[in-house]
């Protein structure tokens, strides 16, 4: 009798999975496999288990109890006496697009780091490709990768109602990803809090109707609540029915949200600031929190690991290392509604298990995913197909033309020697922009290195009708002449932006990313120096992690040799140095005020302000 696979989740499949685990678990039916450990944590109870088996029938985890006992056939037995089974671990909120690797190298990357299921927050390849959004993110899992993506349709597709891209998602959009298969799950982030709350906002209506839909379908609605804190603005955000945020920058941010039933999810560079107070006031129920990743770059995830650090960083902040694994199994699996399936070593789940040599440090000595064994150490032993991913997904950056040094000059008003012009920053997030009185040479605005003001430009990717808007920035970009970074990774809208000390060199930069459909071009004083390719969605790219960071290694230590201007500004996440983070300069949610996006007809400049709706010229 065959069963089915068992990748991508439908309820009919899931009906016969069971049907034939209960089977297995009577010992009516064979199983595959018994897996003995020293000890096992049941995160139900918090309390470990000595001397364990789980039996295991195709992905799923038939039986479990102590060693010996179970009365079924088993085709196979593995004993690990001296180690500790914890259940694989959950990423409650994550952009896989923000390893930039494809989900099968991404599945390579994070198995052998314990992360085996993944909530995926798509609305960053949704806003290249918002049709094929959902059949991207099924792709590896279909292709057998064992680690299993529960997909999040992105609310922010569009990011705000002043932004097009290649995505529109509204009530029927979500209604039709909701009823394809159980493997999507929620709506991710919402995050235009101005469309939450102000009916007069232009994507209130849209925002809205995904909302309803998700409710429709019992999903979950995800959130971003960036400096909500205030106990007026807490309610209203939980009011709205979003359950949770990762946006938890400060103790006081999560207490108050916590408290009004909001689900916290926090990232481990906000652990410093929130972990202390809850540990201090003596929290004595943490299931209402997760730990979770958000983004973190493959070479960073190589360097510091994957959910393993999350859960090692907590428990270095002083969390009881059983109620952490709580907060990055079945804490985020029960808030998504998944905990059948994942987030416990327990019958009818996946069989996902981290085997430990050391808790405390979270040393990872194998890791089994769907049943599989998929890593030892660090050495990944599972499925690594070869996705030959459709053009959809290959040929993604319609600019449709090359750009010229033109394209990029402000011009003045005419017969002006000097022109007053709006400034953003990198993560401005004042009331207002910033202004400053600027030269002009030929009719044309100039940069003022010395001040550190330099331009920056967003280049519509999607249109095909080769716009763009140039506007100038403060305390960022390269000081050196004729020099200019270019990336198609613009949070959340994902079109390409270049920084630069050149009109020239910034059209260079963004004419050779286009060759190289997407990723990173760095010019340095009138020569290419380096690129990075993202040829999937100009996200990610197909290749392993290890490969990706060569590459990257070398725009590094390119861009070592450029002078980086600097200003700090209002993240601790914006340094001096290579502006890796300008990936993140050009979101448009809270708490931004004044935005810089692709020029439209409703924003001309591209320079508008996203809780009123007002725009305004860069120079006048
Ligand atoms: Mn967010």
Not at 178 to 199: G, I, K, R
Not at 296 to 305: N, P, Q, V
Not at 498 to 516: C, P, Y
Request: negative net charge; charged residues 20%.
């Amino acid at each position: 009798m065959s069963l089915p696979n068992d990748l991508i989740l439908s309820a009919k499949d899931d009906i016969a999975i069971r049907q034939d685990l209960v089977l297995v678990a009577l010992g009516k039916r064979p199983a595959d496999l018994a897996i003995r450990v020293g000890r096992l944590l049941n995160v139900h109870t918090r309390m470990w288990a000595l001397d364990q088996e789980i039996v295991v029938k195709g992905r799923r985890i038939a039986w479990v109890g102590p060693a010996g006992q179970y009365k079924g056939e088993v085709a196979g037995r593995v004993h690990y006496p001296d180690l500790s089974a914890v259940p694989g671990f959950g990423e409650v909120h994550k952009h896989i697009e923000s390893t930039h690797l494809t989900p099968e190298y991404e599945a390579a990357l994070v198995l052998p780091r314990g992360n085996t299921w993944t909530c995926e927050a798509s609305h960053e390849f949704a806003n290249v490709d918002g049709p094929n959004n959902t059949a991207f993110w099924k792709t590896a899992r279909s292709h057998g990768v064992p680690h299993k993506v529960f997909i999040q349709p992105g609310s922010a597709v569009p990011p705000s109602g002043w932004e097009s891209t290649g995505g529109h998602y509204g009530y029927e959009e979500q209604r039709g990803f909701l009823t394809e298969d159980l493997s999507v799950v929620s709506l991710d982030e919402v995050m235009d809090w101005p469309a939450v709350w102000d009916p007069q906002n232009p994507a209130y209506e849209r925002i809205w109707g995904m909302i309803r839909a998700t409710v429709e379908q019992r999903g979950v609605v995800e959130g971003h609540g960036a400096g909500l804190v205030e106990a007026h603005e807490t309610s209203a955000f939980a009011a709205s029915g979003i359950s949770s945020d990762h946006e938890i920058w400060s103790f006081e941010d999560g207490w108050e949200k916590i408290n009004r039933g909001i689900f916290i999810e926090i990232r481990p560079y906000n652990f410093p600031e929130v972990l202390p107070g809850l540990l201090e006031r003596g929290l004595p129920d943490w299931c209402n929190i997760a730990f979770t990743t958000d983004d973190r770059s493959a070479s960073e995830t190589l360097r510091i690991g994957a959910s393993d650090y999350n859960l090692r960083s907590a428990i270095e902040h002083g969390v009881p290392p059983e109620t952490a694994i709580q907060c990055v199994t079945l804490n985020p699996a029960r808030h998504m509604r998944i905990d059948a399936w994942v987030g416990s070593i327990t019958p009818g789940r996946y069989a996902d298990l981290v085997l430990l040599d050391d808790v405390g440090s979270v040393s990872i000595s194998a890791v089994y995913a769907d049943g599989l064994l998929v890593s030892e150490g660090k050495q990944y032993l599972g499925p690594q197909p070869d996705i030959s991913w459709p053009e959809w997904a290959s040929e993604t950056l319609n600019i449709g033309r090359l750009l010229t040094a033109a394209d990029f000059a402000v011009r003045a008003p005419s017969d002006r020697h000097s022109v007053q012009a709006a400034l953003l920053r990198p993560f401005h997030w004042n009331q207002d922009f910033l202004t400053t009185e600027l030269k002009v040479e030929n009719g044309e605005v100039q940069r003022d290195t010395a001040r550190k003001i330099t331009k920056f430009a967003i280049i519509d990717r999607y249109s095909g009708n080769g716009k763009l808007a140039s506007m100038f920035w403060l305390g960022c970009g390269p000081a050196d002449p004729d020099t200019a970074l270019a990336c198609s990774v613009a949070h959340d809208s994902h079109n390409v932006w270049t920084v630069g000390s050149s009109d020239r060199a910034m059209a260079m930069a963004v004419n050779h990313l286009q060759e190289i459909a997407g990723g990173w071009v760095l010019v340095h004083r009138g020569e290419i120096v380096a690129e990075v390719c993202y040829e999937i969605g100009g996200l990610m790219t197909a290749r392993s992690a290890e490969e990706l960071d060569r590459e990257m290694q070398q725009l590094y230590s390119a861009a070592e040799k450029i002078e980086w201007m600097y200003e700090p500004s209002a993240t601790k996440i914006w340094k001096p140095g290579f502006p890796e983070t300008l990936i993140f300069a050009t979101l448009t949610c809270l708490p931004w005020r004044w935005v810089f996006v692709a020029p439209s007809d409703e924003v001309p400049s591209g320079l508008v302000n996203v809780n009123t709706g007002q725009s305004h010229p860069v120079v006048w």
